[in-house]
């Protein structure tokens, strides 16, 4: 899962927090369309051999449920990301206009205007992306649960659990950052 995201009410600083928004982006367009994948060619695999598979119909409705969630938390990140821009930048857009047109106090406000949007949409953003991995935990671990009539039933009851708890220790950090951060 991902960090919650910047604090869209931090106005000590504006400018992004070191690494953050690298972070941000193997998140979001790296690692979600690959997790995105993963959940719809499961659920291919379980709309195919449903009888391989003790709840094929709800284990199917999870995978493609966690799909669309991981696609919109890129939507949500790409959309942010429209708002991440140095001040360098800022100010290298408005240099073809008029000498003094723009005030540097202006750029300024724009700039942390931006700043929060981006923060607001990348914490949207994060969060919609933990939802689709603790989904996609759920999703795999339904999978993996074993048919009436399976013969290795105690090894993808285990596979199964080893899986859930996983998901439940990832959710459980994501949980304590964002406590963590509310505190500070």
Request: with cysteine; glycine share 8%; net charge negative.
């Given at each position: 899962?991902?960090?919650?995201?910047?604090?869209?009410?931090?106005?000590?600083?504006?400018?992004?927090?070191?690494?953050?928004?690298?972070?941000?982006?193997?998140?979001?367009?790296?690692?979600?369309?690959?997790?995105?994948?993963?959940?719809l060619?499961?659920?291919?695999?379980?709309?195919?051999?449903?009888?391989?598979?003790?709840?094929?119909?709800?284990?199917?409705?999870l995978l493609?449920?966690?799909?669309?969630?991981?696609?919109?938390?890129?939507?949500?990140?790409?959309?942010?990301?429209g708002?991440?821009?140095?001040?360098?930048?800022?100010?290298?857009?408005?240099?073809?206009?008029?000498?003094?047109?723009?005030?540097?106090?202006?750029?300024?406000?724009?700039?942390?205007?931006?700043?929060?949007?981006?923060r607001?949409?990348?914490?949207?953003?994060?969060?919609?992306?933990?939802?689709?991995?603790?989904?996609?935990?759920?999703?795999?671990?339904?999978?993996?649960?074993?048919?009436?009539?399976?013969?290795?039933?105690?090894?993808?009851?285990?596979?199964?659990?080893?899986?859930?708890?996983?998901?439940?220790?990832?959710?459980?950090?994501?949980?304590?950052?964002?406590?963590?951060?509310?505190?500070?």
């Amino acid at each position: 899962m991902a960090g919650q995201g910047p604090d869209p009410e931090d106005e000590d600083t504006y400018a992004p927090k070191l690494g953050y928004g690298a972070a941000s982006k193997e998140a979001h367009f790296v690692a979600a369309p690959l997790l995105t994948a993963a959940a719809l060619s499961l659920a291919g695999v379980v709309a195919g051999a449903d009888d391989e598979f003790r709840w094929p119909g709800a284990t199917l409705v999870l995978l493609v449920i966690t799909a669309m969630t991981l696609i919109f938390s890129m939507q949500l990140a790409y959309e942010a990301r429209g708002h991440l821009y140095s001040f360098e930048e800022l100010k290298d857009h408005y240099e073809g206009t008029r000498p003094d047109a723009v005030p540097e106090a202006r750029m300024h406000q724009e700039f942390r205007a931006a700043d929060r949007e981006w923060r607001k949409g990348q914490r949207r953003a994060a969060e919609v992306y933990n939802v689709g991995t603790a989904l996609l935990g759920v999703g795999v671990a339904a999978s993996l649960a074993p048919p009436e009539c399976g013969m290795q039933a105690s090894w993808r009851w285990a596979a199964a659990a080893v899986v859930l708890v996983g998901t439940a220790a990832d959710t459980v950090w994501v949980l304590w950052k964002l406590r963590q951060k509310t505190q500070n």
